[in-house]
T-cell receptor
Framework: GEDVEQSLFLSVREGDSSVINCTYTDSSSTYLYWYKQEPGAGLQLLTYIFSNMDMKQDQRLTVLLNKKDKHLSLRIADTQTGDSAIYFC?????????????FGRGTSLIVHP | DTGVSQNPRHKITKRGQNVTFRCDPISEHNRLYWYRQTLGQGPEFLTY????????KSRLLSDRFSAERPKGSFSTLEIQRTEQGDSAMYLC????????????FGQGTRLTVV
C-alpha cells in the first residue's frame, strides 16, 4: 500500500531556514513531489525529485532524498512570511502503466517576524 | 489555456440531494484525477481517467459517487443522495501522458451538505 507521513506543524522565524520532513512507504515510487497550498487555493507544485537522485536544489528550495530510509525533506532557505502555507509531500504509485500521486496530511508552516 | 478549471467553486446542498461538479483539464492532458480533501487532511485519491477510460477507483468512491469523462476532455463527478460526511473540497488535477510528470490542480469545489 501507499502511505505518506508528515509532521503537522512547523513554526520558524522570518529569515531562518525551514526543514519539512516526510516519510513514504512505496519503494517503487519513481518521483516524489512537494506541493504548496495557500488558504482557499488549490495545490501548487513546488519541486520534485527523481528517485535516482539524492539532492535537488532550486533557488531557495533544497530537496533531499534518502531512498534507503524512504525519507524526503524540503529545506526552504531564508524563509519569508509569504512562505506560510501547508506543504504536502507526495509519492506516486503505479497503476496500469500510469502514476497516481498519493499525498501526506500536510505540514502547516507558520513564519513569524 | 490558463490551467485546470473547476465549477462551481462552492456548492451548498441539502442532505439527500444530488450534486454534480465539472472539471476542465489543461488542453491535451490525457490524465485526469479527482481527489477529496477534508479539513486537516491531504488530498485523498478518488478516481483516475486516462482519456475517456476510468482506470482506477478508490475504495472511498462509494456507490453514490460516479465520475465520467465522456470525450476524454472535461470530466464530471456526481454525488447522489448527499450526506453530511460528503462535505469536503473536491479537487481535480490533470497531467500530460508523459512518464510520471506532476499533476496540475484546479482550485477545487467546496461542497457543504447541510
Amino acid at each position: 500500500g501507499e502511505d505518506v507521513e508528515q509532521s503537522l506543524f512547523l513554526s520558524v522565524r522570518e529569515g531562518d531556514s525551514s526543514v519539512i520532513n516526510c516519510t513514504y512507504t512505496d519503494s517503487s515510487s519513481t518521483y516524489l513531489y512537494w506541493y504548496k497550498q495557500e488558504p482557499g487555493a488549490g495545490l501548487q507544485l513546488l519541486t520534485y525529485i527523481f528517485s535516482n537522485m539524492d539532492m535537488k536544489q532550486d533557488q531557495r528550495l533544497t530537496v533531499l532524498l534518502n531512498k534507503k530510509d524512504k525519507h524526503l525533506s524540503l529545506r526552504i532557505a531564508d524563509t519569508q512570511t509569504g512562505d506560510s502555507a501547508i506543504y504536502f509531500c507526495a509519492e506516486t504509485y503505479a497503476s496500469g502503466g500510469s502514476y497516481i500521486p498519493t499525498f501526506g496530511r500536510g505540514t502547516s508552516l507558520i513564519v513569524h517576524p | 489555456d490558463t490551467g485546470v478549471s473547476q465549477n462551481p467553486r462552492h456548492k451548498i446542498t441539502k442532505r439527500g440531494q444530488n450534486v454534480t461538479f465539472r472539471c476542465d483539464p489543461i488542453s491535451e492532458h490525457n490524465r485526469l484525477y479527482w481527489y477529496r480533501q477534508t479539513l486537516g487532511q491531504g488530498p485523498e485519491f478518488l478516481t483516475y481517467f486516462q482519456n475517456e477510460a476510468q482506470l482506477e477507483k478508490s475504495r472511498l468512491l462509494s456507490d453514490r459517487f460516479s465520475a465520467e469523462r465522456p470525450k476524454g476532455s472535461f470530466s464530471t463527478l456526481e454525488i447522489q443522495r448527499t450526506e453530511q460526511g460528503d462535505s469536503a473540497m473536491y479537487l481535480c488535477a490533470s497531467s500530460p501522458q508523459i512518464m510520471n510528470t506532476e499533476a496540475f490542480f484546479g482550485q477545487g469545489t467546496r461542497l457543504t451538505v447541510v
